[in-house]
């Protein structure tokens, strides 16, 4: 992979200079651009069309939900990938977040080498939904309707075992675990779900598994 490329948004001038630091000090990510609320941030996406853009979620002057929304349904931007930086009482904003498309989470104390890694997973196609964030985003859902289940119409029997599986924020390798495939069968299957229920990522696949009823609060 070419250098990851990636913007940071942040209302705290010192939060954005600690993650340029901590993050340019990989020879192969390279910070080119920062924004202080979220009308700026669409503004540097579109400027310098990076690979992922770190967005916090709550500034003044435009809020970072409604930033990812605009990023990620303009055209321009098919490629840019969203992750919002967190604390911990953040939980009423992160179903909205990953229904905006939002690839995951980052909390703003992660370690330098995994925040380094997290940038570079999220700028390779990935999502960052680890099983107790996505517990924490499948409660934080609980108060919204569920949908029509419908929507899973289309999928097999092992298809939407898989699909509870990512639901619950299981990776390939313990989704083949627990429904005896490999990891490879499982990554098909999950490429699998996100073209049939055209889901950007296994982020969305984890709202989708929740808003059909799939999984429920609790369940993992």
Do not use: C, W
């Not at 010192?14 to 080119?32: F, K, M, Q, S, W």
């Not at 700026?40 to 853009?53: F, G, K, L, S």
């Amino acid at each position: 992979m070419s250098d990851v490329r990636v913007v940071l948004v942040d209302d705290q001038y010192l939060v954005r200079t600690g993650l340029r630091a901590l993050l340019e000090r990989a020879p192969d990510i390279t910070v080119v651009g920062e924004a202080d609320d979220g009308r700026a941030a669409v503004a540097v996406a579109r400027e310098q069309r990076p690979d992922v853009v770190l967005m916090d979620v709550r500034m003044p002057g435009g809020d970072g939900i409604e930033a990812t929304r605009r990023i990620l349904t303009d055209p321009t931007l098919a490629d840019v990938r969203v992750v919002m930086l967190t604390t911990f009482d953040d939980d009423e904003y992160l179903f909205d977040a990953i229904r905006a498309g939002a690839a995951g989470f980052l909390l703003k104390d992660t370690p330098p080498d995994a925040l380094r890694d997290a940038v570079r997973v999220v700028a390779g196609g990935d999502a960052l939904l680890s099983p107790a964030v996505t517990r924490r985003v499948i409660a934080a859902a609980a108060r919204s309707p569920v949908a029509d289940p419908a929507r899973l119409t289309g999928l097999t029997g092992r298809e939407r075992d898989v699909l509870a599986q990512v639901g619950t924020g299981r990776s390939n390798v313990e989704i083949g675990a627990a429904l005896h495939l490999s990891p490879d069968t499982a990554r098909t299957y999950v490429s699998r779900l996100l073209h049939k229920l055209n889901a950007r990522d296994r982020a969305q696949l984890v709202v989708i598994a929740y808003e059909s009823g799939l999984v429920r609060p609790g369940d993992g």
